[in-house]
T-cell receptor, first 113, second 112 residues
Framework: GAVVSQHPSRVICKSGTSVKIECRSL??????MFWYRQFPKQSLMLMAT?????????EQGVEKDKFLINHASLTLSTLTVASAHPEDSSFYIC?????????FGAGTRLSVL | QKEVEQDPGPLSVPEGAIVSLNCTYS??????FMWYRQYSRKGPELLMY????GNKEDGRFTAQVDKSSKYISLFIRDSQPSDSATYLC????????????FGSGTRLQVQP
């Protein structure tokens, strides 16, 4: 199946630091990618849809100035958590569709101290 | 009413048991039905994918969809300790929002 690479897998940072997470489709092109957030023992909650060549679409309640998304190419989307605070600590996962199937990255665990 | 209902478990079974995981949904616009497996601190991995009512089998896994009742199931035969994970049902409709809608996940523990 298709492969989605997400990097880094783990980030520990101080409060106020900005953190950048990359999501790459390795063997297919993705004009759309999705960013999810997952709290412990909970399901994935869609944060935003990343669109190549246009602005991201954010779900209700997600601060677009806090979670900056850039879809730089047909294989790369980045999520930047601006001025991260402890409440932003979570597991962030990206996905990209290929032939109707969503493929997920391995996730990034963010811990803000 | 939630769009998707899934019992969070945890569900504990002995090795070799048949496992039944279920989800109900309310949105009749859902067209594609999926089951993902997620190990702790990893991204979800697609297990089964179907778009029609009925059964679909792949090895030890069988996905069942009943559109009239808005109910989907995943059966695991001869369960193994390596099957211990969280199982997420997921739904997709090919109009408008193109992201998946997930159930809350069921944690499965297969005891050796």
């Amino acid at each position: 199946g298709a492969v989605v690479s997400q990097h880094p897998s783990r980030v520990i940072c101080k409060s106020g630091t900005s953190v950048k997470i990359e999501c790459r489709s390795l063997d297919f092109q993705a004009t759309t990618m999705f960013w999810y957030r997952q709290f412990p023992k909970q399901s994935l909650m869609l944060m935003a849809t990343s669109n190549e060549g246009s602005k991201a679409t954010y779900e209700q309640g997600v601060e677009k100035d806090k979670f900056l998304i850039n879809h730089a190419s047909l294989t790369l989307s980045t999520l930047t958590v601006a001025s991260a605070h402890p409440e932003d600590s979570s597991f962030y996962i990206c996905s990209a569709p290929n032939s109707g199937i969503q493929y997920f990255g391995a996730g990034t665990r963010l811990s803000v101290l | 009413q939630k769009e998707v209902e899934q019992d969070p478990g945890p569900l504990s079974v002995p090795e070799g048991a048949i496992v039944s995981l279920n989800c109900t949904y309310s949105n009749s616009a859902f067209q594609y039905f999926m089951w993902y497996r997620q190990y702790s601190r990893k991204g979800p991995e697609l297990l089964m994918y179907t778009y029609s009512s009925g059964n679909k089998e792949d090895g030890r896994f069988t996905a069942q969809v009943d559109k009239s009742s808005k109910y989907i199931s995943l059966f695991i035969r001869d369960s193994q300790p390596s099957d211990s994970a969280t199982y997420l049902c997921a739904f997709f409709m090919d109009t408008g929002r193109r992201a998946l809608t997930f159930g809350s996940g069921t944690r499965l523990q297969v005891q050796p």
